[in-house]
């Protein structure tokens, strides 16, 4: 069983990056700038590996390894979404 504090902190953690997520979805839909898309659902990425990983072991009883990768890749895809959209070249930036 996973404690109460571990909870609380795992909900904080999604919910200030559902937060940034949605801040990045609506300067998108402002702007029509492709990078805040890409921070949008990166951040949203992020946030569903915030919480996966005690999930996964409580709902499917995996071992900690296992959950622990899926956590790790769905975070890392979320890296990489924000990261290309800092790199995304300025005459590609609108869709």
Do not use: W
């Not at 504090?5 to 998108?28: E, H, N, Q, R, T």
């Amino acid at each position: 069983m996973i404690s109460i504090p571990i909870i609380v902190i795992k909900l904080i953690a999604l919910s200030l990056s559902l937060s940034v997520a949605y801040l990045a979805f609506y300067a998108y839909r402002r702007s029509e700038s492709s990078p805040m898309f890409y921070v949008s659902i990166g951040f949203v990425f992020i946030g569903i590996g915030a919480i996966c990983e005690g999930l996964i072991l409580n709902t499917f009883n995996t071992p900690l390894l296992s959950a622990a990768l899926v956590q790790s890749g769905l975070v890392s895809l979320g890296m990489l979404l924000i990261l290309r959209s800092i790199m995304l070249d300025p005459e590609q930036q609108n869709i």
